[in-house]
């Protein structure tokens, strides 16, 4: 007999479409048979991480054997002392995508609302349909968040809103007092997630610092990461800044060792680094002053970010210079998924990089 096991799943998981990975560059090589090749297609720091924590992580080495501390009690009174909380206030995630899982799971369920954004990060479809809550999906004005339409669209279904500041794929931001107004308007019995995983590269003296919201709007949650401007993507590690109720339930719901030994040392130990972090920044913004002229001086559209990449209207179906750039070993992200079916992601790069991309592109699109 055979039994179709796909509909022995879930409701919500049935429906589930899988995360599409950047492309891996092994992967590529393999493909085209070719090397040098450059990966700009994940978001991921160019400039590496921390010479702390790559000691912190050799230092963990002899206790591999052992389970990692379940509560992370060196990272989190890192994080503390790093940012004036208090210890019950953090919620450690395998990256911040864990914590935005905990986080639906803890407050919606089947039939609960979640609103986001048009083009808004993947991550907040998928732990929705999870949970087998209702995406709320409203539309993006000019590509950004909508937040008069979001209000609007918050029923009395409505569990919790994700936004993130700045938005991946978009790199567009919030500024402080669209924020705080859209959050003043927020039932207090509807949790906000204020997604930062760019923190640290938005460095506009618009950008909302939320953290000193808290006091005032017990709803609200904030996460970041040591993916991105820390450049430990690969060890997974984020957190969460909540109301310590919160970070009660949402602790309650974690796994209790979801966050390694590695991960946390490390983790430790590239807070202490400021001056890594800086040159990660300066980088950046190196990198996106660069890029931003360049694509002008072709012609292109692109939307202003301040993230640590850049999406740009290729002013055709992108997948065909999406395709023409892997052939020169460059690669990059379509973002069709998102509804931007004629743009592109490109991540910040080291200079050498950047300039690779735009010789390529030059060479592909003709211009
Ligand atoms: C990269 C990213 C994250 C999550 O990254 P983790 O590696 O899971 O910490 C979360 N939100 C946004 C908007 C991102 O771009």
Redesign the pocket.
């Known amino acids: 007999m055979n039994i179709d096991l796909v509909s022995l799943a879930n409701k919500g998981i049935r429906g589930l479409h899988p995360y599409l990975p950047g492309k891996p560059v092994s992967e590529l090589e393999r493909e085209l048979g070719i090397s040098d090749i450059i990966k700009l297609a994940s978001?991921e720091n160019p400039a590496g991480c921390s010479s702390l924590a790559q000691q912190a992580i050799q230092n963990e080495l002899v206790d591999i054997t052992r389970y990692p501390d379940a509560n992370g009690f060196y990272l989190k009174e890192a994080l503390c002392e790093h940012l004036s909380v208090a210890m019950d206030q953090i919620t450690l995630g395998n990256?911040?995508?864990?914590v935005?899982d905990l986080i639906a799971r803890t407050f919606a369920g089947k039939d609960d609302e979640v609103v986001f954004s048009q083009h808004a990060?993947v991550?907040y479809p998928i732990v929705t349909q999870a949970v087998e809550a209702k995406a709320v999906v409203v539309p993006a004005l000019n590509y950004g968040h909508d937040l008069k339409a979001m209000a609007e669209a918050i029923s009395d279904k409505c569990r919790l809103v994700f936004i993130?500041n700045p938005?991946?794929p978009t790199g567009i931001c919030l500024f402080h007092d669209e924020l705080l107004a859209f959050i003043q308007q927020v039932p207090k019995n509807v949790m906000v997630v204020i997604?930062e995983?760019?923190y640290e590269y938005a460095t506009d003296d618009r950008y909302p610092q939320t953290l000193a919201w808290l006091q005032e709007f017990p709803n609200l949650i904030i996460t970041r990461?040591f993916?991105?401007a820390y450049g430990l993507?690969s060890l997974?590690v984020?957190y969460s800044i909540s109301h310590s109720d919160v970070a009660g339930l949402l602790n309650r719901v974690r796994q209790p060792f979801n966050v390694n030994s590695f991960a946390l040392a490390a983790a430790t130990a590239a807070l202490k680094d400021k001056a890594f972090l800086k040159q990660a920044v300066d980088l950046n913004q190196q990198g996106m002053d660069y890029l931003q002229k360049e694509l002008s001086r072709l012609g292109y559209d692109f939307i202003p970010s301040l993230g640590n990449f850049i999406t740009v209207d290729m002013d055709c179906d992108a997948m065909d210079i999406y395709q023409k750039l892997l052939q020169q070993g460059v690669i990059v992200r379509p973002v069709a998924n998102y509804q931007m079916p004629q743009h592109l992601r490109v991540s910040i790069g080291l200079m050498q990089e950047n300039q690779r991309f735009i010789r390529a592109l030059k060479l592909v699109a003709g211009r």
Not at 95 to 98: F, K, L
């Open positions: 978001n990256g911040s995508n864990d935005l990060f991550v993130a938005n991946n997604d995983a760019y990461t993916s991105k993507a997974r984020g």
